[in-house]
């Protein structure tokens, strides 16, 4: 069995056949899913789905993409519901700051603050954290450390392979890995795989973003972690199934899903 660890389910390109999405992924031997909270605008179809199908679960949370999103988010409503089994994706993302340096400090002190205040959530209510990082590895880093977020831990989502945030592992936080691991251009995850504590792997897609080979340039869909997990069998010199039952076991520990 494979768990999708982070799936937008929520997004439109699902809309018309999320049905037909999910029996194709549980024939493949997908057969959980969570929803990270990426899109509050997107948050109550999240819910929805989470209520429909017993088999997926989902996350509330605000993307460093999305900062006006959290003064409005009412985390109180969404928090308790037994389906919600995380707060994020909340993190820090430099790649797309294209101002003055002094609009840039803006944002990145933004970040730091949304980031921080969804970590302090996460510990109140002692849930784990779906913590995306592009381009910000050491004040991510700084900032789990110092908000000691290892009380709840989390995962690193698509993690991006910069070896300094491997010392989180000791830190309660996991590396979701996805189908970046395919690509032909994926030399640094290849090479720091090995590196990670396999009782610190979990898989995910990232769908409908981010197709493995050999569908890159398709919608991403939940079946397809099976790839990934081959990948991961290859690199590591473990059978699929091996894989499929670690990673299963870590992902049904650190979101405490039964």
Known sequence: MIIDTHIHLDDEKYREDLDDVLKRAKAGGVERFIIPGADVSTLDRAVEIAEKYDNVYFAVGVHPYDLEGFDGLDFEKYVHHKKCVAIGECGMDYFRLDGSEAENEIVKRRQKEIFIAQIEIAKRYKKPLIVHIRN???????????????????????????????????ENFYFGIG????????????????????????????GPYLTPMPHRGERNEPLYTTFVSQKMSELLDISR??????????????????
């Open 241 to 258: 199934e091996q894989i499929e039952e670690l990673t299963t076991k870590n992902a049904l520990k650190l979101f405490d899903i039964s």
């Open 136 to 170: 910000a590895s050491h004040d991510s880093k700084t900032i789990l450390l110092e908000s000691n977020a290892a009380e709840v831990g989390g995962v690193l989502h698509c993690f991006n392979a910069d070896e300094e945030l491997l010392r989180l592992a000791d």
């Open 179 to 206: 189908g970046v691991l395919t690509f032909k251009n994926a030399k640094k995850l290849v090479n720091i795989l090995p590196k990670i504590p396999k009782e610190k792997l979990i898989i995910e897609t990232d």
